[in-house]
């Protein structure tokens, strides 16, 4: 079946649909990931997006069985459904192979309702994408005409949308993590159980303080930073204390934000495995997992941070940490997943840090 | 950076061998040029004359002397270097480097070594180190034993159960490995594999397992990255260099991709990589089991493979690294503005291919194992894998178009062939689809993972459904774009869909081009820019692919453009000779002012690097790539003349759709092709030539040979598996060799040639000049006519032929030249006996010789002849020129130790897989540095011969005698000991392998009692045959250096007497004026 992805400037790109087959709209965005397809799709950052990848051969090696859980958490995927509402591809591959496969990634898109598209020219589109920085579009599936208003997901707080609505605890051990769910990856989760803490996660703007807690952890999230203002309040509430912070991705923009800096929008955006940061402190470089469209402006740090990690390729910030207190954040993801697991050693020391506190 | 670094020794790999080829030259050359842009002095040891690494302006100083411990240890107590770089000449430089550590010979010299401390590539080298190593980090590895000895060895076997992998220690491209399933092959291989190294690992065998390889460099800041990983097509149990590799993996889950990726680094760093290395895993298709097989701490065939997948150049890194730079120190040589920190992200699919030439070898296996027996392999780009496999297949250039429509194969058992894979695997997987196979059931005969045969299976329907119909115009639009971008060529649409007949095909392949044309489906042109177009990059490293509706660059109709066509694939006969001359051509023109753009496939190249030319199409060779490319460049015009044969073929078909061909007129250069054109040309000048015809049947070759008497050279002209050309010297071998290479016929005829014994064979290389020769280079083969020019020995200039001789061969040059009205490189070859001169063949193209003569006389020729080309100016060169003191000996490499059972005897076809040229003041020293660089060691004591006919016999009396003198000992079978006796030269008799008695020439080769074995063949009778070819591959199999030449052996043996090896001069390139 004929499908069509056409941008908001009009231009477009025809292809063969392989997932559901009914049209849908978004924020079209890219990731130069060679493999990870069933993590990406299932991370709650790309809510509201028409991803696309520019890794051309797509579904080698099928999907795993989504309903298999292990501590409450999936044991294979990111979360329990397809966060995207559209999938991009060059050429996907109809047959599978692999021992972990349950099902073809078109069954599963078809299940999930979610509309794909291949045999697009995807090196084409990025090279659109990326100049023009974030643009909305739609797919259709046939002839089909469609003239509803595109979705923006700006319009919206993703946030509030891809976060857990009640409190849910993972025992595991004296020492007590608050996560603050902006919609969150659940390797994170996994990160910090794997290291014996007990994760307490809570809705985006869930007012914590009211908990006893070790470490605060805020993770993840969709869309703009700007839409959550109870969190950053909370967590500002949180650093008149001592007890260690640790951000990721999302949760390093709420952090600065919280402190006092600000975030400006990348001309191109980092969405790839690819990216090579550096650790201040130590000079060491390491190659991280990233997917974002905002930067924390270093120059905006308050006199009490300092930035912990900077971009090697533009200069751009990818973590802060405050001079004194135990609060630090990274923009990239060190609980990969998918990508490279070079900075896991983030997790052994905020994790130490909660364990050090009395 | 250290400072202190001011002079840097690189050694390099020497000849091209199986397991150690182009590659070496790339990565050496990356080096050079990274040490330069450092401003240090570099100083190369590489006898390889052909490569680019060993050309001016890349060192300083070049040393074309054998990369052995003793001529680097002179070498550095010459030039007293502060650094030596071991990791970019393979495994002879590192084996080399090595042993001078161990003999405190860089210590004595204060050399500090760079990059990957020799610790650290100890601790690789040596199983058992490497397995404690991995036990340190709790890193899995494959439990192996190493064994010294054969008792030893089947006890291990024994434990750890069979089957059983066996390998050599310290040993390049798996030589003198292979799987056992039970004692008895056990023996057989510990025994060999214990002469090539002391030290011999059993292990267990995990066939059917996937095998995945990472690249991955490393710091002294301890910063690392994986620049790529690959996947074989083939699972383990298939050598990485025998199997379709593919770039990135293709089948691995992101958990198992990071796993790996993991393990690697954490190896990497428990190691001490300071540089660049490769790590080899064994992958559970099961489960996320694993197993490390190897770390290579060097560049390697598959680091080449990796910088050219991906645009990162791990060499050049490498070398920085080396000096003590940090990876963010350095730039991305693509975007020249982002850190050399990064890990490329790809958006096309790679895949290598390896390119075999088994047909070429007498008596080889061609079963596919743990041994490589591959001699060159081909890079294919594309957006789907489909895409990027048939475009390999077709680049490999053995007849192929891709996966399907090809000329029919013959499988007699399918089952078999897939369980017992050969040279034809991939081709025997398109047979058991059309014998009705599944997936399912080839995936269990071949283990090769579903989603590949998935794939195959793909392009297996599509063509089935393409022959259904039978004019292109009924094929749906959509199909046949789906056509192009599952790689199938206008060729394989117009044999599928039209089925012309074989005369037609060109023309019903042009209409598929024209017809699609103009339905809009073309090719676009897509950049390799390292990051997935994530960031804009200015790459001129390019590929096209039927899978996009843009071209990622723009074109000019100012046709100041100049596209060189490269030598594809390395095949015997056809090596990094033509590299040299592609890579020189690509510069001449870039220095005269136009854009040169390259195409070529080749990863192991320098042609290939995307610094060497304006644009590198990484691409195919063939009539339709080149004409989709001139239609976009728009050129001034192609070169074909510096690319070997391949560019050569197509010349006439391009100059037949218009394409403007540069220099030498196609119509010439087809009128040479063509024996029977070329023939009645010599004929119309006068000029002599062998007798020769083309015959179809018994009768009329019984009555040629009546003609022109026997020995006869006899080519089939459908050239079968295994039969290629050969002599015959009665009427048995005649009908046998017949037999053999298929039946005469009208279709298949043979061509017949009188064949001229002991005459010499003399190779004329020029450059001309609208039919008037500018320059060239005479030299002369060591061996009688009959051995292949590509495995002759060369002595330039020619030393022992007569004035007149010379003269006759100008003066019949300078006519052919006209007559041709060449304009560009050229190459004739005659036989000359007692001033009578006869043309064997002209190639109105660079030859093979063209690095050699060009760097002995240090004009290059492929330069003038490119200004040429072009219409430049160039200065004609003075002809004191040619007047120099002293002598240059091209010397062939053979590659027989990994050819398992092939007879290592030369013949009429090309059997060498490599050459060295070396330099000196007479023949004895340049021959002897020569036969040295190719693996021939100084005698001790013992010389072996059985010196064939009696000609041969009389060629060795005077060196034996000369060998008794220099008080060395002579055994012989019986006739060259009576031989011996009777011209009053001592020699102990030995017996032959099929006799019963002592002392037997087999038990003593087995006993490594020979230095040198020197086996002539006497002819091609039964037993005689058998008895020889014991005795040849015994030699080979027992790593004792084996002369089969008499011409060659005399005058090897005489610089052996002549010449001491402290008498070789230690003097660089540069220094010979």
């Given amino acids: 079946m004929k499908a069509t992805l056409t941008l908001d400037n009009g231009i477009v790109f025809e292809g063969r649909s392989f997932g559901s087959e009914k049209p849908t709209s978004g924020e079209v965005v890219f990731s130069t990931a060679m493999m990870g397809y069933p993590e990406s799709l299932t991370d709650p950052s790309y809510l509201g997006q028409i991803l696309t990848l520019t890794f051309p051969l797509v579904g080698n090696y099928g999907v795993p069985d989504c309903c298999i859980e292990e501590q409450g958490l999936s044991k294979f995927l990111e979360s329990h459904k397809i966060h995207v509402s559209g999938l991009v591809v060059s050429d996907y591959s109809e047959h599978y192979s692999h021992w972990n496969a349950h099902e073809s990634l078109g069954e599963w898109l078809k299940r999930e309702n979610v509309p794909a598209i291949t045999g697009i020219d995807t090196r084409e589109l990025t090279k659109i994408l990326r100049e023009k920085g974030s643009m909305l579009g739609r797919i259709t599936i046939g002839d089909e005409k469609d003239s509803s208003p595109l979705y923006d997901p700006s319009g919206e707080n993703l946030v509030a949308k891809a976060s857990c609505k009640e409190i849910i605890t993972y025992e595991n051990g004296d020492k007590r993590v608050v996560l603050v769910d902006c919609g969150i990856k659940q390797n994170i989760i996994r990160c910090l159980l794997k290291r014996g803490v007990t994760v307490i996660r809570v809705p985006w703007d869930y007012d914590f303080s009211t908990i006893g807690y070790n470490g605060l952890f805020i993770s993840n999230g969709p869309g703009s930073p700007t839409y959550c203002e109870e969190t950053i309040a909370h967590i500002r509430k949180a650093m008149a204390g001592d007890k260690p912070i640790f951000g990721i991705c999302m949760g390093n923009q709420l952090l600065s934000l919280a402190s006092g800096a600000k975030v400006f929008k990348l001309k191109y955006g980092h969405r790839s495995h690819n990216q090579p940061v550096q650790h201040i402190p130590s000079g060491r470089c390491f190659v991280t997992s990233q997917n974002h469209g905002y930067a924390v402006d270093n120059d905006t740090l308050s006199k009490d941070w300092e930035p912990l990690f900077i971009n090697l390729n533009d200069g751009t910030n990818e973590g802060i940490r405050h001079k004194s207190k135990p609060f630090f954040s990274a923009q990239f993801h060190p609980e990969a997943s998918s990508g490279p697991t070079d900075t896991d050693f983030l997790f052994d020391e905020f994790v130490s840090l909660v364990k050090n506190d009395k | ?1073």
Avoid at chain 2, 497 to 522: D, F, H, S, V, W
């Fill in chain 2, 1 to 1073: 950076m250290s400072t202190q670094i001011k002079k840097v020794v690189l050694i390099g790999s020497g000849a091209l061998k199986i397991g150690e080829a182009g590659e070496f030259d790339y990565s050496g050359a990356q080096a050079l040029k990274a040490l330069k842009e450092e401003s240090i002095e570099t100083v190369l040891v590489n006898p390889n004359i052909a490569t680019i690494q060993t050309s001016e302006g890349i060192a300083d100083k070049v040393y074309l002397l054998p990369v052995t411990p003793y001529f680097v240890e002179k070498i550095i107590a010459k030039e007293r270097p502060e650094g030596i770089l071991l990791a970019f000449g393979g495994q002879t430089a590192l084996n080399c480097g090595v042993a001078l550590y161990r003999s405190g010979v860089l210590d004595k010299y204060n050399v500090q070594v760079l990059g990957t401390p020799v610790r650290a590539i100890m601790d690789t080298e040596d199983r058992e180190l490497f397995n404690q190593k991995l036990e340190q980090i709790n890193v899995k590895y494959i439990q192996s034993e190493a064994v010294t000895g054969i008792d030893e060895a089947r006890r291990a076997a024994n434990e750890l159960g069979y089957p059983v992998i066996v390998r050599a220690a310290y040993a390049l491209g798996g030589l003198g490995s292979g799987f056992c399933n039970n004692d008895d092959e056990l023996n057989i291989l510990v025994e060999k594999a214990l002469t090539h190294s002391p030290q011999v690992l059993v292990e267990k065998s995990l066939k059917g397992w996937k095998e995945i390889e990472y690249e991955v460099v490393r710091d002294k800041y301890d910063n690392c990255i994986t620049v790529c990983n690959m996947e074989n097509f083939d699972p383990l149990g298939i050598h990485t260099g025998e199997s379709v590799v593919v770039a990135p993996s293709q089948t691995l889950t992101n958990s198992e991709y990071h796993l790996l990726r993991e393990i690697a680094i954490k190896i990497v760093r428990h190691i001490g990589i300071v540089g660049e290395c490769n790590v080899q895993y064994a992958l559970d298709p099961e489960s996320e089991d694993y197993r490390v097989i190897e770390v290579n701490a060097r560049l390697s065939r598959s680091s080449a493979l990796a910088s050219k997948a991906t645009g990162y150049p791990l060499a050049f890194v490498a070398a920085k690294l080396g000096l003590g730079y940090g990876l963010n120190e350095l730039k991305n040589s693509v975007t020249k503005d982002t850190p050399a920190f990064f890990e490329p992200a790809l958006d096309y699919v790679v895949c290598k291919i390896p390119r075999w030439d088994l047909g070429k070898f007498h008596g080889v296996s061609r079963k596919l194992g743990s041994s490589m027996k591959s001699v060159g392999e081909v890079m294919s780009i594309g957006r789907t894998f489909e895409e990027a496999l048939q475009k390999g297949l077709r680049m490999i250039g053995q007849g192929m178009h891709g996966f399907v429509g090809n000329k029919d194969i013959k499988v007699s058992d399918i089952d078999k062939a897939l369980s017992e894979p050969t040279d034809m695997r991939v081709f025997v997987i398109e047979k058991a689809f059309e014998a009705g196979y599944t997936v399912d059931r080839i995936h269990e005969l071949t283990r090769i993972d579903k989603w590949f045969l998935y794939k195959l299976k793909g392009i297996f329907d599509l063509s089935n459904d393409l022959s259904t119909f039978e004019c292109v115009d009924d094929v749906s639009i959509d199909k046949l774009l789906r056509a192009k971008q599952l790689g199938f060529s206008d060729f394989q649409l117009a044999r599928l869909i039209m089925k012309p007949a074989n005369k037609e095909i060109e023309a019903a392949t042009l209409a598929i081009r024209a017809y699609r044309k103009q339905n809009g489906i073309l090719p676009y042109v897509k950049q390799i820019d390292t990051l997935a177009a994530e960031f804009p990059a200015q790459t001129n490293y390019l590929y096209l692919t039927y899978c996009g509706n843009e071209h990622d660059i723009t074109f000019s109709e100012d046709s100041k453009s100049v596209i060189v066509l490269g030598s594809g694939a390395y095949r015997i006969g056809s090596s990094v000779e033509f590299d040299w001359c592609s890579v020189n051509a690509v510069q001449a023109a870039r220095n005269a002012g136009y854009r040169s753009i390259m195409i070529n496939y080749n990863p192991e190249t320098v042609s290939t690097d995307y610094d060497m030319c304006d644009r590198l199409y990484f691409d195919e060779l063939s009539h339709e790539r080149v004409l989709d490319i001139v239609d976009l460049e728009h050129p001034k015009g192609v070169v074909v003349s510096v690319g070997g044969q391949i560019p050569n073929n197509l010349a006439i078909k391009l100059h037949r759709q218009d394409v403007p061909i540069l220099g030498t007129s196609p119509v010439s250069i087809d009128r040479a092709e063509n024996r029977h054109k070329f023939s009645s040309m010599l004929d119309q000048l006068g000029i002599d030539q062998p007798k020769w015809q083309e015959l179809s049947s018994m009768d009329e070759i019984y009555k040629f040979v009546d003609k022109v008497g026997f020995p006869v050279l006899i080519r089939p002209s459908y050239v079968l598996s295994g039969a290629a050309m050969n002599v015959c010297s009665n009427k048995e071998e005649l009908e046998h060799f017949l037999q053999l290479a298929a039946n005469v016929s009208k279709e298949y005829p043979v061509v017949v040639s009188e064949f001229i014994q002991n005459a010499k064979e003399v190779e004329f290389d020029g450059v001309a000049d609208k039919g008037e020769v500018v320059q060239y280079a005479i030299s002369e083969h060591i061996e009688f006519a009959g051995v292949h020019s590509g495995d002759a020995t060369l002595v330039f200039p020619a030393q022992k032929i007569y004035f007149e001789t010379m003269r006759r061969i100008k003066k019949i040059s300078r006519s052919i030249v006209k007559e041709f009205g060449i304009s560009g490189p050229f190459n004739i070859q005659f036989l000359a006996k007692n001033n009578d001169i006869k043309v064997i063949e002209c190639n109105l193209r660079a030859s093979r010789s063209f690095p050699f003569v060009s760097k002995v006389l240090k004009n290059n020729f492929i330069e003038t002849a490119t200004k040429i080309m072009l219409g430049e100016p160039y200065s004609k060169p003075d002809k004191t020129v040619f007047d120099i003191d002293y002598i240059g000996v091209k010397a062939s490499q053979f590659s027989f130790s990994r050819l398992h059972l092939a007879d290592p005897v030369l013949g009429v076809d090309m059997a060498s897989t490599g050459e060295v040229g070396c330099i000196g003041s007479d023949i004895n020293e340049a021959l002897l540095s020569a036969m040295m660089s190719v693996g021939y060691t100084i005698p001790k004591k013992n010389i072996m011969l059985s010196t064939g006919d009696s000609r041969s016999k009389i060629e060795l009396v005077e060196p034996c005698r000369m060998l008794v003198q220099k008080g060395y000992k002579l055994f012989a079978t019986a006739g060259t000991q009576r031989f011996l006796a009777d011209n009053g030269i001592e020699a102990t008799s030995v017996h032959w392998p099929d006799e019963t008695e002592q002392p037997n020439v087999m038990d003593m080769i087995r006993n490594n009692e020979f230095d040198l074995v020197i086996n002539v063949p006497k002819n091609l009778s039964k037993d005689e045959l058998n008895n020889d070819y014991s005795i040849r591959r015994g030699a080979v199999d027992h790593n004792i250096p084996l002369l089969t030449n008499a011409r060659l052996a005399s005058a090897f043996l005489i610089a052996v007497c002549e010449r001491s090896i402290d008498e070789i001069s230690i003097t660089s390139w540069q220094e010979y004026s």
